[in-house]
């Protein structure tokens, strides 16, 4: 008995906190006439109606879409420029952050632990903060307002080095001792035995990775000063109730690809965010 | 034996390299830069000491930012580490639709920072949905983001998104809890209430640290809700640091910009200091 109780609380509080992304799906589905008449009080100064937006449509069309999709090329720029900026970064990741996550987690060397706290002091650091030494460096290189001005200092972000740390260190002594009796180098036994052990701290480093890339703010405002080169994640149309049909549809094409990484990787980012959690 | 040993030294050193010297470029060097700057002055570059530190301490703004934000971490991290404690408790127990609840948990980290912001202005408009549920309860209509409760709605922007994410990290220390001491509790007669305190708290004691790292780090991202919605100037009880250091940013404050950086840099550094002993005692294995 008390275990439904519970049970109910915990339905009640995920409808409460899905309920926010259920209204904005089915805002993109009305038509504007039913938005107008929803998001009235929005603009005017009606004091005695609320917003309100019920949870299914009543004449349920595609017309926000289509605007978006078809009408709306300064949208197909944004997304493709985040494309053009989540896919070389997540690379970058890739190529640096694996071997680093692989010798931090199992070699020894001098000045690792100071080495190894000073990734975890950069990772804790806001955009904010670093925000001055990056525009010194990528000024100096010539790249403000470009989109490697993203991607690099992105690239060697050190949070998913610090998560792969985490899968990296535990795999056993025992199996790379086994490859190196095998006769593997140091490069085979990273290509052989680290990179499948621990693929899924890395898909899980790569989950997160994309969710953070696919939602910068801050570094293309402050890099970027031609709005062309801006990504997606700056697509911000205002919202009155005669454009918020299409407000409504952009956000939730914006927000797909989010959820389609994030149910492909939910596995293994849970192991991952279990794994930064526990070890033993 | 001992060329072995170095030469695997040399390999350790190789592969994290290249991470290494991207770090060191696009960070380090240039943060060497920034901290040369905050002690000289921002057109001729002079020599000016702490006159930089000292005007930021002393900075109207810098106090009102920094103080918020403290609060704003002060209130949120307990609300977050307490609410998903609570929650994963009784999520532990739930064998039906354990793991759906947890999708659902977790939805809100996915989405977008764009589209958080139209949910934030239909949810806290003036004459939005809260405005009208609590027009139900006979309360007038709230501005909500700006007014003070401007900063409760960052918070509660921070819990929404962060909740799931801490959830299945608290539920990852709770299944390392060997069913057997339960076991024996039970069988001691222990109540369900005595069996949280005496045995499920003090065994997630190492856990809730990296929980306390990970919620910290993500505590810092609130900014990019707060900003879109409300821009450079939004309402004082939610002007953070971050507000703060972008507003200097673009006004070429760069002296002050480089002092505060430094400061900011020097707190979080001693934090991840005091909690490095966690981190170090996990690694020996």
Known sequence: MKRKLILILLIILAGLICYPILFLVSGSFMSSQELKENLKPLITDYTDTYISIGLIPIFPTLKNYVEILLDSPEFFVMFWNSVKMVVPIMALQLVAGVPAAWGFAKYQFPCKKVLFTIYIILMMMPFQVTMLSNYLVLDKLNLINTHLAIILPAGFSTFPVFIMYRFFSDIPKEVIEAAKIDGAGAIQVFRYVAIPIGSAGIISAMVLSFLECWNLIEQPMTFLSDQSKWPLSLYLPTITPETAGSAFASSIIGLIPAILVFMAGQDYLEKGIMASAVKE | MIKKMKSSRFTGILFVLPSLAGVAIFILVPFLDVIKRSFTSVMAGEWVGFSNYQAIFTNGAFQMAAKNTFRFLIICMPILLGLSLAISVCLDKQTKFGQLLKSAYLVPMAVPVASVVIIWRVLFHKQGILSGLMGMLGITAIDWMNSKYAFWVLV??????????????????????????????????????????????????????????????????????????????????????????????????????SAAAVIVALVITVIVLRLSNVFYGEEKG
Do not use: C
């Open chain 2, 156 to 257: 509660f922007s921070y819990v929404w998104k962060n909740v799931g994410y801490n959830i299945v990290l608290w539920m990852a220390g709770l299944s390392a809890i060997p069913g057997s001491i339960y076991e024996a509790a039970k069988v001691d007669g222990a109540s369900e209430w005595q069996i949280f305190y005496k045995i499920t708290l003090p065994n997630l004691g190492k856990v809730s640290y990296t929980i306390a790292i990970l919620s910290l780090l993500n505590s810092f991202k609130v900014f990019r809700e707060a900003y879109l919605v409300a821009g450079n100037y939004p309402h004082d009880s939610m002007y953070l640091i971050q507000h703060l250091f972008n507003n200097w940013y673009r006004e070429l404050s760069l002296d002050k910009l």
